[in-house]
């Protein structure tokens, strides 16, 4: 079956082909690019490049051994696993920060850190969630004066001194993301990007993949990535659950996994 692909859609459609219409989304100024490309940075200091996710200890037990490997492991990831979950975390914390409601995101903190499936991914995440905040804090807090701002605010007095409590890396996303007014479908699909694409770089590096062999990955792995974003912006907490068991036993197992490279 053929598929045709963007906008210019000819008048009379032969019979057996797809239309397929990109997911469009809110324009993205140049300010709001500029934030979304340093926050989701691999150089924005919150040590991502230190945590694998569990892949490690998947790839040292011989479960991802080449590029179809690697693909096939993260698409389930993204599609059933923390990917989908977190992505839904971080789109409900945004909309709860816009209307200013600051109940609602300290209970999607603790519900985020109760729902860590174990030690390594629960430090993965809150280790990640409170550097972030802190460097926001110290060098991205927004000008603006709105609902999310205000609550960004209030969570940086707070975090201040010995009062510093863990934060899960979705939910201060969105919550900074919000208080920065970017746009969620941007901000979402540059969510689902950046996870990728660091689990893409441990492979690169353990496995051993080449480079170009990971960008095919990545590249394979965009309309995956699409679909997730699109699936979560009509999802709400009803929907949260992961069904990636084996991901989940690799991150448990890695905690005694004889020699490590990455934290989780």
Not at 71 to 91: T, V
Not at 110 to 129: D, F, N, T, V
Not at 164 to 169: F, G, H, I, K, L
Not at 211 to 228: H, N, R, T, W, Y
Request: proline share 6%.
């Amino acid at each position: 079956m053929s598929t045709i692909t963007g906008m210019d859609i000819p008048t009379a459609i032969p019979a057996g082909i797809t239309i397929t219409v990109p997911l469009m989304s809110d324009a993205v100024s140049l300010p709001a690019l500029y934030r979304l490309l340093t926050f989701l940075s691999p150089a924005f200091p919150i040590g991502a490049f230190t945590y694998s996710h569990g892949l490690e200890q998947v790839i040292d037990r011989g479960g991802v051994t080449d590029a179809g490997d690697l693909q096939a492991w993260l698409e389930d990831i993204l599609r059933f696993g923390a990917g989908r979950s977190d992505a839904i975390l971080m789109k409900e914390t945004f909309q709860a920060a816009r209307r200013g409601d600051g109940e609602t995101v300290q209970e999607l903190r603790e519900l985020a850190l109760a729902l860590q499936p174990s030690k390594e991914r629960h430090l993965e995440s809150s280790a990640q969630g409170t550097a972030f905040l802190q460097a926001v804090t110290r060098s991205w807090m927004p000008a603006s004066d709105t609902p999310a701002s205000g609550l960004l605010a209030g969570v940086a007095a707070t975090d201040a001194g010995d009062n510093r409590e863990p934060w899960p890396y979705p939910v201060v996303l969105g919550l900074v993301c919000a208080a920065h007014d970017l746009p969620e479908a941007a901000a979402l699909t540059s969510f689902l990007h950046a996870f990728t694409a660091n689990l893409i770089s441990v492979a690169v590096r353990v496995v051993p993949l080449g480079q170009s062999d990971g960008q095919k990955v990545l590249a394979a792995l965009e309309p995956v990535i699409a679909g997730v974003a699109e699936e979560v912006a009509a999802c709400g907490l009803d929907d949260l659950g992961t069904s990636t068991f084996l991901a989940d036993i690799a991150s448990m197992a890695h905690e005694t996994q004889y020699s490590r490279l990455f934290r989780s």
